[in-house]
């Protein structure tokens, strides 16, 4: 079982950066896809950005050359990123970070583990 922890979401300004982080533990996945996501009030969940294990990355249109997804792993550390750039209040959601095995790895993959989620809020 993967446990998936995010932070680092907060109130910014339009126009202004924000850095997720996802810290996965546990029995994490040898070949492990990983991948963001969002959840708007009142809209369904949005994929957001994924990255398989070999380093393939895929971004939604709504934020692709704005958001940039990474990872590091080394010693006990299991860690993902979301650097947000030039933040509009389109993409203020509730983040969640999400984990499969090996396999296909994109955003309409079936992923099975999922973190509880931080809150973004893009003020105009």
């Known amino acids: 079982q993967v446990q998936l922890v995010e932070s680092g979401g907060g109130s910014v300004q339009a126009g202004g950066s924000l850095r997720l982080s996802c810290d996965a533990s546990g029995s994490t996945y040898d070949s492990m896809c990983m991948a963001w996501f969002r959840q708007a009030p009142g809209k369904e969940r949005e994929g957001v950005a994924s990255r398989s294990n070999f380093g393939i990355i895929k971004y939604s249109d709504s934020v692709k050359g704005r958001f940039t997804i990474s990872h590091y792993r080394g010693g006990d550390k299991n860690t993902l990123y979301l650097q947000m750039n030039s933040l509009e209040p389109n993409d203020t959601a509730t983040y969640y970070c999400?984990?499969?095995?090996?396999?296909?790895?994109?955003?309409?993959?079936?992923?099975?583990?999922w973190g509880q989620g931080t809150q973004v809020t893009v003020s105009s």
């Open positions: 999400a984990a499969k095995g090996s396999g296909d790895c994109y955003l309409g993959s079936r992923f099975v583990s």
